[in-house]
């Protein structure tokens, strides 16, 4: 394993003393995807934990150059600088839009529809910590069934997390896949292979958020490696139509030794409501994703 | 050697809009700006202008693509009416905020609910306060010039223009307009010189939070608090009109038409009643002032060209010696009364001389105005006003209001 | 004591780092390296380093031995809950008026 390390860009982008939360899984996803794109990477954000991460005025953290935007138009934004960068002879620079789930699954999603839609050459990079974190925890369509959040403080999450993938699959995209930060490399390499390819490139990554998700700064990468082997949050990449588990989740696939989600479930102070019908509908759900998937792994 | 043709006032955007070179243009299609939309299509697809047309799935994003792509260094435009005026409005705020030189054509349309696709000046006036130029054309000639200027406004203040024309009334009629060769235009418009450009080459983050109080940056620079960075977007506003007055004589002496700059004025020189009011209304009010005049009353029209910023001590100055001042205007701020006359009447503020002005709302969702319409409610105030009936309550023109 | 004024008429930060201040005063726990234990220093070569791969602030340095910017670390304590080798404790932080 140190090998692969070594094979990475050893380059930091993120210089120390941001103000992301004590171990925060944005901070550790952000420093691979942005020692993967390197340079010559114009990225385009909305509000967000990611915007407080790229600091408040006059200075910031990271070395990459970085337009802020309002809430609803992080792909809009990105599709303006892709515009603008081939009127302007600068095709080589990369693209990358990235926004979390509030600003992608919720408000984000017309922009990114259209922009998806008209094919435009640009990375869109979801940050998914099932949530509105950046404004203290309110609940999007991406929190999972049965989690507490501030709007859904008592009744919990009523509906299931909303499938992202198949919205972006229904685009006929060039490149969708789904990381975590639990697993660095994988992430990486995936960052990347998306670099090289034409089109719009849409990455889905995991992220576990200490204190919205409520369990301790320690256990983030434990909880996002929890999420993997549970086959919650599932790693995998889809090009051309055809889908292909990548790491943790292809030697889950071949080996069948997938964890049950309470395992999952019982290590964050979110779920603390959830009732046993909702563990069972979550575990169902799990089931039938998870084999939807296998099925399409063989194919 | 003239090039005069006949063509709509969409005609005439377009080709300004072609003629000063833009690189980028979003554009989402609305009533009745939409042509406007499609005859910039075809000359990016047919390759008389080289440009990218992102094809936005909303209003909100098309200036959202002006914006990003503005800040890498391309001249952009866009386009829209109404609703989709209001939906992009969050924007308008960014586009000031961030001082981007973005042109836009505004082709008025009342505002829903209820729907109207028809002709008054609510959507623009509704966005005075967000830090946009404001400039208000009263026939098609205008309406191509004015886009050009627009551009060499926006670049030298460092602040996006809206150029407005009346829907159907001018977007849709055709006039014969004069059409400038690309050349001299080229010269008259310096390329776009960004004063921040995003590039990898410096790396910076542009337009994050800035917090209540100015902070140091790592370099020991005192850096702007919210308040300062806002206040430099009205600094500049306040030095706008000098460039749009210096603008509008350039443009004269390459081009030999003259708009006029922040107003203009007709038969002003000796008149004791004055209607004022904004683009095609305006040109209207004129055959107003000459039915007026047969009749012995000595009426005038000032043509309020650029509302923002408002030309608060040029039109003062225009109304020193009135008698009386009419205003009609196609749009109201509710709970008050029309946006036109607030401002005027602030403008008069203190004024040695103060004039009675009456205020008439006219023209919304479209409704006709007919120059006899505008002499017959400014002869009724006038005769108001003689017998020392200063304060009149805001009228609706040609409405039932019983 | 004269301050330059800022020039900018749009918001553009320059890079530099601990935008957030020193964050190092965040911590009420500081990973404690044991190098008898850590494998780099003890196979006295470039190994294992996952203290450096999962530190989501990058101020863990992937020397021998490896050393840690405290400055700036936070204290969450993911290398600690990380290190195979069992090599990195979270102590309590000793603050000045303590």
């Excluded at chain 1, 989740?249 to 779920?271: C, D, H, T, W």
């Excluded at chain 2, 054509?105 to 966005?127: E, H, K, M, Y």
């Excluded at chain 2, 004055?274 to 005049?293: I, Y």
């Excluded at chain 3, 500081?30 to 203290?51: E, M, N, T, W």
């Amino acid at each position: 394993m140190p090998e692969n390390l070594f094979k990475i860009n050893a380059k930091e982008y993120i210089l120390p003393g941001t103000r992301a939360c004590q171990g925060c899984g944005l901070s550790l996803a952000y420093r691979y995807a942005l020692k993967a794109l390197r340079e010559n990477t114009i990225v385009t954000l909305p509000a967000s934990c990611l915007c407080v991460l790229h600091g408040i005025y006059p200075s910031t953290p990271v070395m990459i150059p970085c337009l802020n935007n309002s809430f609803a138009s992080t792909a809009a934004s990105a599709s303006g600088l892709v515009a603008g960068l081939q009127a302007m002879n600068r095709t080589d620079i990369t693209v990358m839009a990235i926004a979390g789930d509030g600003g992608t699954f919720d408000m984000g999603i017309q922009a990114l529809s259209g922009a998806a839609e008209r094919g435009t050459d640009f990375i869109y990079c979801c940050y998914d910590n099932e949530g509105y974190m950046n404004t203290g925890t309110q609940r999007s369509s991406a929190t999972p069934l049965g989690a507490l959040t501030t709007t859904t403080p008592i009744a919990t999450k009523q509906q299931h997390k909303k499938d992202f993938i198949k919205i972006m699959e229904a685009h006929d995209i060039a490149y969708l896949a789904t990381a975590s930060p639990a697993y660095p490399i994988d992430l990486y390499d995936k960052f990347v292979k998306a670099k090289k390819i034409r089109g719009t490139r849409y990455l889905h990554l995991y992220i576990p958020c200490p204190p919205g998700w409520v369990f301790p700064p320690k256990d983030t990468v434990k909880m996002g490696r929890l999420a993997v082997e549970t086959g919650v949050t599932p790693l995998f990449e889809i090009e051309n139509g055809r889908f292909r588990f990548t790491g943790r989740s292809k030697s889950m696939a071949e080996k069948g030794n997938r964890l049950p989600v309470i395992n999952y479930l019982e290590k964050q102070g979110r779920f603390r409501k959830m009732n046993i019908e909702q563990l069972q509908q979550m575990q169902r759900w799990v089931d039938g994703k998870w084999q939807e998937y296998q099925r399409r792994a063989q194919e | 050697m003239s090039n005069v043709q006949i063509m709509t006032g969409n005609s005439a955007a377009a080709i300004g809009a072609k003629l000063s070179a833009v690189q980028v243009v979003a554009a989402y299609p609305i009533t009745p700006q939409s042509q406007l939309a499609e005859i910039l299509s075809q000359y990016i697809e047919g390759g008389e202008l080289k440009a990218e047309y992102v094809r936005v799935e909303g209003e909100h994003s098309a200036l959202t693509v002006c914006i990003s792509a503005s800040t890498v260094g391309a001249r952009v435009f866009t386009a829209t009416s109404a609703n989709g005026l209001l939906y992009m409005h969050e924007q308008l705020h960014w586009a000031a905020g961030s001082r981007l030189p973005i042109v836009m054509c505004c082709v008025n349309r009342g505002v829903g609910a209820p729907w109207t696709i028809f002709n008054d000046q609510q959507d623009s006036l509704a966005q005075r306060d967000t830090g946009w130029i404001q400039i208000y054309c009263r026939n098609n000639q205008e309406i191509l010039d004015t886009v050009i200027q627009a551009y060499r406004i926006a670049e030298a203040v460092y602040a996006p223009v809206m150029v407005n024309y009346d829907g159907f009334v001018l977007s849709h009629t055709m006039m014969p307009v004069a059409v400038p060769d690309s050349e001299t235009v080229r010269d008259f418009l310096p390329p776009y010189r960004p004063h921040t450009i995003l590039s990898p080459d410096d790396p910076r983050n542009l337009n994050p939070v800035l917090f209540p109080w100015r902070r140091e940056n790592s370099a020991g620079v005192l850096c702007d608090g919210y308040m300062e960075m806002r206040y430099k977007l009205q600094a500049a506003l306040e030095k706008a009109p000098a460039v749009i007055q210096e603008t509008n004589r350039l443009f004269a002496a390459a081009f030999g038409r003259d708009h006029g700059g922040l107003h203009w004025e007709y038969r002003t020189e000796d008149a004791e009643l004055l209607l004022v009011g904004m683009g095609s209304l305006a040109s209207e009010a004129t055959a107003a002032a000459d039915l007026l005049r047969e009749e012995g009353i000595r009426a005038g029209v000032i043509g309020v060209r650029v509302f923002r910023p408002f030309p608060a001590g040029e039109l003062r100055a225009a109304c020193a010696r009135a008698r009386g001042i009419v205003i009609f205007e196609k749009g109201i701020s509710y709970g008050y009364e029309g946006a036109l006359c607030s401002e005027l009447k602030a403008a008069l503020y203190r004024a040695e001389h103060q004039a009675p002005i009456h205020n008439y709302i006219a023209g919304l969702g479209g409704r006709d105005v007919k120059a006899r319409e505008l002499a017959d409610a400014a002869r009724t105030s006038w005769q108001a006003m003689e017998k020392g009936n200063y304060d009149q309550p805001t009228s609706w023109l040609n409405c039932y209001t019983g | 004591m004269s301050v330059k004024r800022d020039d900018n008429i749009s918001a553009m930060c320059t890079v530099a780092i601990g935008e957030g201040g020193k964050t190092g005063d965040w911590r009420s726990v500081r990973p404690v390296i044991d190098h008898g234990r850590c494998i780099p220093s003890v196979k006295k070569k470039a190994a294992c380093f996952l203290c450096w791969l999962y530190c989501p602030e990058g101020v863990v340095k992937a020397t021998i031995p490896v050393e840690i910017d405290f400055d700036y670390c936070k204290g969450c304590g993911i290398c600690a809950e990380e290190c195979p080798a069992k090599a990195i404790t979270m102590a309590r932080e000793v603050k000045e008026h303590e």
